[in-house]
């Protein structure tokens, strides 16, 4: 009996042992999230938090804490050397350490929904889902803004942060910013890189250079020259809290204002001649369809820089500033809203203000004498995919080599209004969403009438007959 109590015993001293981490070989063991422990080298003590945490860790050895993927947390200071905090995400974490013998370990845990409003400046609800423009959160110039990115699963893998900001005169706008990612910085840029982008409200849409930030970031800081006007700021991805201010002084940095002077069709796409302007270092050209699709978000409509030219200010201009817009970017037929703006790329990116603008129809030049092209053979039909978000009105012509392009109109039967695009295929096209020209998707038995006519350069064919496709099915999009 003596016997088999010191063995009853010694498992008991085993097991407490065992708790304080002694002579285990490559044990997992849980450790409480709020409590004091034991650890040592050789074990993984692990984790697991059912909401985003901040983990507050005191002790004197050295550790580090991994996800499932063995991605390393970022630790930050704590109110000591021996104190650091961790803001992560739910889920599981392992800890390991380097120290041989058993080391005492503080763990504190809070639910950042505990504390959300001391960490961000609008509720993560604010955020929405989509990255819309028009969704953009309004900030003032001056006013500090914190937040967690991507820290919960309602926003899960939208890493997009979007802002709107006015100046009411040009101004240098420099942004004073704080990154703190979650993981390192070596296995998981993708959410450990911030890309920041400030984007002008206009017509003719234009980004200026993007800012980009790698892992932990303190009070870094960037500059524009911007005119007058409303603008975006585009912050992600980067997992983790960040803080930024935007601050603002009065410039003259920006360049004037270029003029067109002339804008003309070459075989190799339309010719853009236009004046120098003071403090440039280049010029970027604009260029966007007149019918392009109308939306409730206006950069999605905006012209974009299409070309882009750049010299040294006090270099050699040549006496005719001059672009030409590719014609594998145009349409035969086609007419765009072509403009111009200086570009100074030496202290940010600055912009001038945009020129005004001009009407032009791409024609490819005629070589010689020719005749109009023959009406196009049409077949339309309605594309069923089966109630589901890509459903299409599918449009086939013949193939004629003396086609440079082809305009196609299409309507609900019964209106006398026509939607017109310009294609280059070949031999068909599509009609994907007819809520850009009507206000409404398709629809089961609506029936719409398609017409088709070819263009060699300005030489236009007669319209074909007209074909019905009928809707057979209400897509769910």
């Given at each position: ?395 086939e012509w013949d193939v004629n080599p003396e086609a440079d392009s082809y ?58 007959g007209v074909k019905t496709a009928r809707v057979d099915v209400t897509p769910?999009?």
């Amino acid at each position: 009996m003596k016997r088999r109590g010191y063995l009853i015993g010694a498992v008991a001293a085993g097991a407490l042992l065992f708790s304080l981490n002694t002579n285990v070989q490559a044990a997992t063991v849980p450790i409480s999230d709020n409590a004091t422990s034991y650890v040592r080298k050789g074990n993984q003590y692990r984790f697991y938090f059912k909401a985003p945490t901040r983990l507050t860790v005191a002790t004197k050895a050295k550790y580090k804490i991994l996800n499932t993927s063995n991605w390393k947390c970022i630790p930050y200071k704590g109110k000591n050397k021996n104190t650091k905090v961790f803001y992560l995400r739910s889920g599981h974490y392992n800890l390991t350490t380097k120290s041989g013998k058993n080391v005492k370990i503080k763990t504190s845990a809070t639910r950042i929904t505990k504390i959300r409003n001391k960490l961000e400046t609008f509720s993560h609800k604010t955020y929405p889902l989509e990255t819309r423009f028009t969704s953009a959160i309004p900030i003032k110039i001056g006013q500090t803004v914190t937040g967690m990115t991507d820290m919960y699963h309602t926003e899960k893998l939208n890493t997009m942060n979007r802002y709107k900001f006015t100046l009411d005169k040009d101004q240098k706008v420099t942004m004073n910013m704080s990154v703190q990612p979650v993981y390192e910085n070596s296995r998981s840029n993708i959410f450990n890189n911030n890309d920041i982008q400030i984007v002008q409200d206009t017509d003719y849409g234009y980004a200026l250079n993007p800012w980009k930030t790698k892992g932990t970031l303190k009070n870094g800081k960037y500059s524009w020259n911007l005119e007058k006007g409303t603008y975006y700021l585009e912050k992600g991805s980067a997992r983790g809290r960040f803080s930024f201010k935007l601050t603002s002084e009065d410039t003259n940095a920006l360049p004037s204002t270029p003029k067109l002077t002339k804008v003309s069709s070459t075989e190799d796409g339309i010719k853009v001649d236009y004046t120098k302007a003071d403090n440039a270092t280049g010029y970027g050209i604009y260029g966007s369809s007149l019918r392009r699709y109308r939306s409730n978000d206006p950069l999605l409509d905006a012209a974009s820089m299409i070309g882009h030219s750049n010299f040294t200010p006090d270099g050699n201009y040549p006496d005719v500033l001059t672009q030409t817009i590719s014609k594998n970017r145009l349409i035969n037929g086609e007419t765009y809203d072509i403009a111009v703006r200086a570009v100074n790329d030496e202290e940010g990116r600055s912009f001038s203000p945009v020129s005004a603008n001009q009407k032009f129809t791409y024609y490819i030049p005629l070589k010689g004498s020719h005749e109009k092209p023959k009406t196009p053979t049409l077949k339309v039909s309605y594309y069923n995919d089966h109630g589901s978000d890509e459903p299409y009105i599918n449009i086939e012509w013949d193939v004629n080599p003396e086609a440079d392009s082809y305009e196609i109109q299409y309507r609900l039967k019964g209106s006398s209004k026509w939607a017109t695009f310009f294609s280059k295929a070949r031999s068909g096209d599509i009609v994907d969403d007819p809520t850009n020209d009507f206000g409404q998707d398709f629809k089961k038995d609506q029936i719409y009438e398609v017409r088709v006519r070819a263009l060699h350069s300005n030489l236009i064919s007669d319209w074909s007959g007209v074909k019905t496709a009928r809707v057979d099915v209400t897509p769910n999009r």
